[in-house]
């Protein structure tokens, strides 16, 4: 059945996220009939602004959703592990930010523009993909309908918003301290961050030697695209950006293709803006995709390292905080609307 | 004939090269018998520390080799297209950072520790090869040695120190403006660069759709390793990092080979470290490469898109001023004295 004019429940509500999904509601204009925030203990107490209204940060407990139809969970897994079932008791339907139930059969993993239609089949819980996975499979998705891709190695720049609001204040703070000739001691992150850059600080599996990142965006993408032999190879990289990630994607076709057919094809597909300019140099940044819904695709070519012309390589860039977290949930939450 | 105790210029001492030039010849007591230092008409008059000597620098002229043995030179293109004939002409062996005589066939480009004999046969001039060439060339040579290398994608993270001095000043003014909330606008770079990165800013050409960065990279480490049909892909792009270039990796061998067996041939191999520690996550970082000789190389493990088992993925980092350019070019002088 579908939801009308639900009664929306934020959880992680003064996160990174949780504050971009409050702005995506109200931008969109989201049909709500009425809004609660949630977080840690923390941060209770405080008010956010949301349509000239201050609402409370209230702790969230599991009787917290006594009474709401839709709950945005955005505050870690473990609390999604922890909260998501009781909400689901209550009656509401949980879209869930964290990696907790993604790879659950009985859940739905959802990018609108890709496979909306897996939304049908719900439990209650729907998945919001890993950010990367998101941003990578809005371009791969028409290729993988149009042709069918057989290869994908990928290479990211993935910004600090991937790590949380902490994250993107300690890139802020190091960098400050750096150009001051003032020693910085990390807190959030594991390295350096100041005009440095270092492999995705998640485990490492010691026996395929991918890091989490790595290892979720390609079972994700497997899941999402329903590839489940699609060969995948990530590397992920954590670069001094605030909050867009960009991605090298080289894939491979069955046969050979013309740039030019792809780049027709993904300039047609939705949630996509071709950023392709050759003569200016103008191609995906994340200073250009900050604050965009779409994701910017750019350097279609072929990719020369395979000579029969079926690879083609290609540059991409998204918003980590929108579609590659909380504008993807809020789009998730419209087509449960319909 | 061997050089010895030679008398050097360094043509563009003030630049960002040319200030590790005169470091490198310093710390690694290049025996030289005398040193002068030349720059643009705007330079000259400065003076610059060597040895607890003040050396001039003077203003580059046609006659300016007189008497000079060896001529390194690192002042773009132009300079060494116009300049290096007349070093020839009065005796002198140049040393070429520059992209001018790279493909020259009769010019060898040479990383010393990949194909030092090519030195034996140069006319005058040897020339210093890109840096990512040189920064993916130490760690791929060993391989390729090894197994033979049949295909090559990479992916570059590179610093602003490869648009010179003034790029790197401009991300740190550009940073430290956005931190500030202050208005710049970009002088040296075409993109913002605070918290930003772009595709290299060299033309695009409209055939391949490759940048002049991404085929100076292939066409070059095929020259270096004398693999003329090497198969290689490369996306080129430059991240708000100051010194060092990171590289990811993606190479195909003729048969499958455990990561375990890369790794061991690589440790054992000149010009590298290995920084491959999976349990405490760390792996390859330009903050630790900046000041570093060696290209730290780590992230070794098979490529999850290939089920062969014959791709093998890694991610490297070396000093672009260094290794990348002025170290690798002392090296190629220093062996031009044996």
Redesign the interface.
């Known amino acids: 059945m579908p939801l009308q004019n639900p009664r929306v429940a934020i959880v992680g509500a003064t996160g990174a996220v949780g504050t971009e999904l409050i702005a995506c509601l109200q931008e969109r204009k989201f049909p709500l009939s009425s809004l609660r925030l949630f977080a840690s203990e923390r941060s209770a107490g405080r008010t956010l602004a949301f349509r000239d209204q201050g609402l409370p940060v209230e702790v969230l407990t599991e009787d917290s959703f006594a009474g709401i139809d839709l709950a945005l969970f955005s505050a870690g897994s473990g609390t999604s592990r922890r909260f998501a079932p009781a909400a689901v008791r209550h009656g509401a339907i949980v879209v869930d930010n964290s990696s907790a139930f993604r790879m659950d059969d009985a859940v739905p993993l959802v990018v609108p523009e890709v496979n909306a239609a897996a939304l049908a089949a719900h439990n209650g819980i729907v998945a919001v993909p890993n950010c990367v996975a998101i941003i990578a499979a809005v371009p791969l998705w028409p290729l993988q309908q149009a042709f069918g891709i057989t290869?994908?190695?990928a290479?990211t720049?993935q910004a600090a918003s991937g790590a949380g609001a902490a994250a993107m204040a300690e890139?802020?703070a190091s960098?400050?301290a750096y150009?001051a000739g003032r020693p910085f001691s990390p807190t959030v992150l594991?390295?350096?961050y100041a005009?440095?850059?270092?492999?995705h600080?998640?485990?490492?599996d010691?026996e395929?030697?991918?890091?989490d990142e790595e290892t979720k965006v390609?079972r994700e993408l497997r899941k999402i695209m329903r590839t489940p032999e699609l060969?995948?190879?990530?590397?992920c990289?954590r670069?001094?950006?605030?909050r867009a990630h960009?991605i090298?994607l080289?894939l491979e076709l069955p046969h050979p293709v013309a740039?030019d057919a792809v780049r027709a094809i993904l300039a047609a597909a939705p949630g996509i803006r071709i950023v392709d300019d050759?003569?200016q140099?103008h191609?995906?940044?994340?200073?250009e995709a900050s604050g965009q819904g779409d994701i910017l695709v750019?350097?279609?070519?072929?990719?020369?390292?395979?000579?029969s012309g079926r690879?083609i390589?290609m540059?991409v860039a998204g918003d980590q905080l929108l579609k590659g977290a909380a504008l993807n949930a809020v789009q998730i939450a419209e087509r449960l609307l319909l």
Chains 1, 2 share one sequence.
């Open positions: 290869r994908l190695i290479a720049y890139l802020r960098t400050g150009l594991r390295h350096p005009f440095n850059l270092f492999s600080d998640t485990p490492v010691p395929t030697g991918a890091n390609g060969p995948i190879g990530v590397t990289v670069v001094p950006v605030l960009c090298a080289t740039p050759a003569e140099n191609f995906p940044m994340p200073n750019g350097r279609i070519r072929r990719d020369s390292s395979d000579p690879t390589a540059f």
